[in-house]
C-alpha cells in the first residue's frame, strides 16, 4: 500500500496570501492517478485537481498543482475566504486507493 | 446534472451489519467510463476508499475491510450498495458514495460525491 504523507498539517495564512501545500508518497505514484480534493466542514469533498496538474471542471485557475514520483505540489497563489478548508491528495496503485491525511488551511 | 444520494439507518448495533444505498440520478449508472466507489470518514478524521463497482457487477475493495464488505449494484434502479458486516464502533463515520473515473489517460480520481450520511454504531 502507499502511504500519503501531507505536510504542513495546519498552514495559517492571510486571504491574499500564497499558499502551499505538500503531498509525499511512500512509493512512486503514476502522475496521472494523483488528485486533490477540498473539503470544507459539513461538506462532501470536492475535486479540484486529477491527473497530478489538471484543474477540474469550475476551478479557478488560482489554484494549480504539480509534481512526479513521490512529491506533488498544491498551490493556491492568493487565499480567498472561501478557500479556507481541508486538503486531501489521493492516489491509486495496485488496485486500491489511498489518501493523504490531509492539511488543514485556517484563518491567520 | 449528476446527483448522488446514499441512504440507510443512521445508527447500527455492534456486530450487525451496515447497509448504505446510493441512489444515482441525472444520468445512468451503466456507464463503462466509471466505477462507484464507497469512501467513509470517521468523525474529525480523514477519508479512507472502502471499495467501488462497475455495473457489470466487477468490484474491487480495501484489503484492510475487504473480508467483511459487500458492494453490489442495481442497474434497474440506477443504485450501488454497501453492506459492512459485524461492525464496531471504529466504524463509525460518514460515508460517502462517489462515481470514479476509470477512462482516459488521467483516471481513478473521484468527480461527483453525495452529501454523506453518519452511520454511529452503538447499542
Known amino acids: 500500500e502507499i502511504v500519503l504523507t501531507q505536510s504542513p498539517g495546519t498552514l495559517s495564512l492571510s486571504p491574499g496570501e500564497r499558499a502551499t501545500l505538500s503531498c509525499r508518497a511512500s512509493q512512486s505514484v503514476v502522475s496521472s492517478y494523483l488528485a486533490w480534493y477540498q473539503q470544507k466542514p459539513g461538506q462532501a469533498p470536492r475535486l479540484l485537481i486529477y491527473g497530478a496538474s489538471s484543474r477540474a471542471t469550475g476551478i479557478p485557475d488560482r489554484f494549480s498543482a504539480s509534481g512526479s514520483g513521490t512529491d506533488f505540489t498544491l498551490t493556491i497563489s492568493r487565499l480567498e475566504p472561501e478557500d479556507f478548508a481541508v486538503y486531501y491528495c489521493q492516489q491509486y496503485g495496485s488496485s486500491q486507493f489511498t489518501f493523504g491525511p490531509g492539511t488543514k488551511v485556517d484563518i491567520k | ?123
Open chain 2, 1 to 123: 446534472q449528476l446527483q448522488l444520494q446514499e441512504s440507510g439507518p443512521g445508527l447500527v448495533k455492534p456486530s450487525d451489519t451496515l447497509s448504505l444505498t446510493c441512489t444515482v440520478s441525472g444520468g445512468s449508472i451503466t456507464s463503462s467510463d466509471y466505477y462507484w466507489g464507497w469512501i467513509r470518514q470517521p468523525p474529525g478524521k480523514g477519508l479512507e476508499w472502502i471499495g467501488s463497482i462497475h455495473y457489470g457487477g466487477t468490484t474491487y475493495h480495501n484489503p484492510s475491510l475487504k473480508s467483511r464488505v459487500t458492494i453490489s449494484v442495481d442497474t434497474s434502479k440506477n443504485q450501488f450498495s454497501l453492506r459492512l458486516r459485524s461492525v464496531t464502533a471504529a466504524d463509525t463515520a460518514v460515508f460517502y458514495c462517489a462515481r470514479q473515473m476509470v477512462r482516459g489517460i488521467l483516471r481513478y480520481y473521484f468527480d461527483y460525491w453525495g452529501q454523506g450520511t453518519l452511520v454511529t454504531v452503538s447499542s
